[in-house]
């Protein structure tokens, strides 16, 4: 199957195996490799005829957590393994009587306990589970659903995107921050329509994207500690100024820029 990759300067393709119908399916293993010259240690992931496994993250107290899907999709457990002798035992653990999704809304504490997204409510929320895989409390509790964890901000608030219920539901999608018990859950973003935001290394400074409705969208910023001062706005600004010359000058093709997003 090809995969293309757009960022080079011209289109580079990745081939990759993908089994027709009634082919054997890849037995995917994952294994700690001494890079020094040791021993090559294979995780006790299960038997790979029965599991997928679409994430491998390293811990960041040490360890590694693999997450397996079972081949109807309607099991996904976290595995915690030990590099060094490759045992592992279960984590987490969401399943459905359909189907479970495979996201990267998911995010490991240095203290051992994980934000992790669920949607056992009925609507996809992110909850905070402790390290013996117990749900201590649900972080995000919108009408609607969470689309994506973006990312904890410097003062360890959780940052993410969502939307709520009637009368817009997924046509406004907006961008919240709440600490990790909860509580105080606060939107950050100001205009109806599309919404996003990306946080910088360590959480110092948040980038929002709005999209309102028949207008291009914007940047705005929550700079970092010296940062030059009204930098971030002139750029704004000028861009502004830009997109307001395009929606005069280039309706058509300001409104099909608009609707790319």
């Known amino acids: 199957y090809a995969l293309g990759d757009s960022e080079p300067h011209y289109l580079a393709v990745e ?13 995917v293993r994952v294994c700690v490799l001494d ?16 599991w997928y496994l679409p994430r491998v993250d390293w811990l960041p107290g040490g360890g590694l957590a693999v997450q397996r899907l079972d081949r109807d999709q309607s099991l996904l457990e976290i595995l915690r393994c030990a590099p060094d002798t490759g ?14 999704d ?15 997204p669920s949607e056992r409510s009925g609507w996809n929320q992110l909850y905070l589970v402790d390290a013996a895989g117990e749900v201590v409390n649900a972080i995000t509790a919108l009408d609607g659903a969470v689309t ?5 901000d410097a003062a360890g608030d959780v940052i993410y995107r969502g939307y709520g219920g009637p009368p817009l539901g997924a046509l406004s999608r907006q961008v ?20 996003d935001a990306m946080l910088a290394p360590g959480g110092r400074f948040r980038v929002d994207t709005t999209s309102p ?3 291009l969208s914007a940047d705005s910023a929550e700079p970092l500690d010296g ?35």
């Open 15 to 27: 081939w990759h195996k993908y089994p027709k119908a009634c082919e054997d399916i890849p037995r």
């Open 176 to 195: 919240w921050r709440a600490p990790l018990d909860g509580s105080a859950a606060e939107r950050v973003s100001g205009s109806v329509g599309w919404n």
């Open 87 to 100: 045992a592992c035992a279960v984590w987490v653990s969401e399943s459905r009587a359909t189907w479970v």
């Open 213 to 215: 409705p028949h207008r």
């Open 102 to 116: 495979v996201t990267n809304d998911y995010h490991f504490l240095p203290d051992g306990r994980l934000i992790w």
């Open 148 to 152: 994506a964890l973006i990312g904890l």
């Open 227 to 261: 940062f030059p001062e009204g930098l971030l706005e002139q750029v704004a600004e000028e861009r502004k100024d830009r997109q307001d010359e395009a929606v005069v000058r280039h309706p058509v093709a300001a409104h099909h820029q608009h609707a790319q997003h």
């Open 35 to 50: 890079l020094t010259g040791g021993e090559t240690v294979w995780m006790e992931t299960g038997d790979p005829d029965a």
